[in-house]
């Protein structure tokens, strides 16, 4: 079969993604999205606000609004407009000549499954664990999102390990089931902002292990207890609990993109002027390039420049 061929594919289905297919189907690109799938941890479709409860500093939602409810509004706009979105993991990309490969399912294949005049990556980033071996705990104690499991710690004693905005909101979420919420940070004061310090400290539910760092999570077939390190003394604690969520920050998912676009020393992948990366017709969007804000605003509004700054560049190729 012969690979099918698009204007425009948006790697990715965060905001930025819907927004640049948003943007891309209203000026008659045809954009195909190609979400992800959910069984993956890398890229799931509709991004981190999948995994976020109330969202309550985008504009339009004066009362908030859930995550997933926000991204599936998001879904329904770019739908609205003949956006082509499919629930596919792309497993192989070629950036080296136009039109641009893109491969779903068996990387080995010979042919690619499609082929771009231009690509829009908004891969977004994941979780980073704390690489003490928890994973083999996920599912039995061990989390990184709160509004998946946090109603089945109803009563528990629960720890968060992490210091800014995303650790607190998970301890602030968490706090509606657990009994206790005992906020583990290595430092001894938070990276959050004030608004979410305030509310934190004024929550009777949290406690703080400050100057802390977890040494070691204990249970074989489920969390049975978390030991932490005063990172000055080197004194340890063991706390009871029988819930970890991990908070402490994100890596961009450009695994894809190695040896291919420009990133940083931190792999976020390096875009300018505007959204454009060092390949003509490869642009970038949201938090697989931005490591400063972070923010599902500001990630819609870099897919809506992804989107201009392909369709103009589209333009001038003729």
């Not at 609205?80 to 080296?96: H, Q, Y």
């Not at 369709?311 to 001038?316: G, I, P």
């Amino acid at each position: 079969m012969s690979a099918e061929q698009r204007e425009v594919i948006i790697i990715g289905s965060g905001p930025a993604g819907l927004t640049a297919a948003v943007y891309a189907a209203r000026a008659n690109l045809h954009p195909l999205v190609i979400e992800g799938e959910p069984s993956s941890t890398s890229d799931q479709p509709g991004g981190q606000l999948m995994l976020t409860t109330d969202v309550e500093n985008f504009p339009g939602f004066p009362e908030g609004v859930m995550g997933p409810e926000l991204m599936m509004r998001f879904r329904e706009q770019a739908l609205r407009f003949e956006a082509d979105i499919r629930t596919e993991k792309v497993t192989k990309v070629d950036l080296s000549e136009r039109p641009f490969k893109v491969w779903v399912g068996d990387p080995d294949a010979d042919e690619p499954t499609y082929l771009a005049r231009a690509v829009i990556v908004s891969t977004g980033a994941q979780a980073k664990m704390l690489g003490l071996g928890e994973e083999r705990l996920i599912g039995h104690g061990v989390s990184t999102c709160a509004t998946c499991d946090g109603f089945f710690f109803r009563d528990h004693h629960i720890v968060v390990v992490g210091g800014g905005d995303s650790a607190i909101e998970e301890a602030m979420f968490l706090s509606k089931f657990a009994e206790t919420v005992t906020l583990v940070h290595r430092r001894d004061e938070l990276r959050a902002s004030k608004i979410m310090q305030d509310r934190i400290r004024a929550n009777p539910k949290i406690r703080f292990q400050w100057d802390s760092a977890v040494e070691e999570v204990v249970g074989d077939n489920s969390v049975e207890a978390v030991v932490v390190k005063d990172v000055h003394t080197g004194e340890l604690t063991r706390l009871e609990v029988t819930g970890l969520f991990v908070a402490i920050g994100h890596t961009p998912n450009t695994w894809l993109f190695e040896d291919q676009l420009d990133m940083e020393d931190s792999g976020y992948l390096v875009t300018g002027p505007g959204t454009q990366t060092n390949i003509e017709g490869v642009f970038a969007c949201g938090d697989v390039q931005d490591h400063t804000y972070r923010q599902a605003i500001t990630a819609a509004g870099s897919g809506c420049m992804a989107a201009i700054d392909a369709e103009r560049w589209l333009e001038a190729q003729g």
